[in-house]
């Protein structure tokens, strides 16, 4: 059984940092791509970042230079760190397995809540 438990939210100020993590268990981890999807509220979800089990990388443009995705095989973990915060990245964040959009109705976790707020 596929499994993906976020941690790391909390409640944050207006440019400060947060250090979400996605551990994976269920499945072989390293020959899996990994998505970060949001969904703020009031809005539909949305991919925010995307790591290739080869280490290709994407992120959404309005985190680009203030996020930054990374993986470790070896903890069957995956990681966004998070600068520079906004109130428009208030949302719950959560992690999927494969390489996925917004539309995707698979293998994710229950996600962990990030507020930004002053």
């Known amino acids: 059984e596929v499994q993906l438990v976020e941690s790391g939210g909390g409640l944050v100020q207006p440019g400060g940092s947060l250090r979400l993590s996605c551990a994976a268990s269920?499945?072989?981890?390293?020959?899996?791509?990994m998505t970060w999807l949001r969904q703020a509220p009031g809005k539909g979800l949305e991919w925010v970042s995307r790591?290739?089990?080869?280490?290709?990388?994407e992120y959404i443009d309005s985190v680009k230079d203030r996020f930054t995705i990374s993986r470790d095989n070896a903890k069957n973990t995956v990681y966004l760190q998070m600068n520079s915060l906004n109130l428009e990245d208030t949302a719950i964040y959560i992690c999927?397995?494969?390489?996925?959009?917004?539309?995707?109705?698979?293998?994710r976790g229950q996600g962990t809540q990030v507020t930004v707020s002053a």
């Open positions: 999927a397995k494969g390489w996925v959009g917004p539309s995707y109705l698979g293998d």
């Open positions: 269920g499945f072989t981890f390293s020959a899996y791509s």
């Open positions: 790591i290739s089990n080869g280490g290709r990388i």
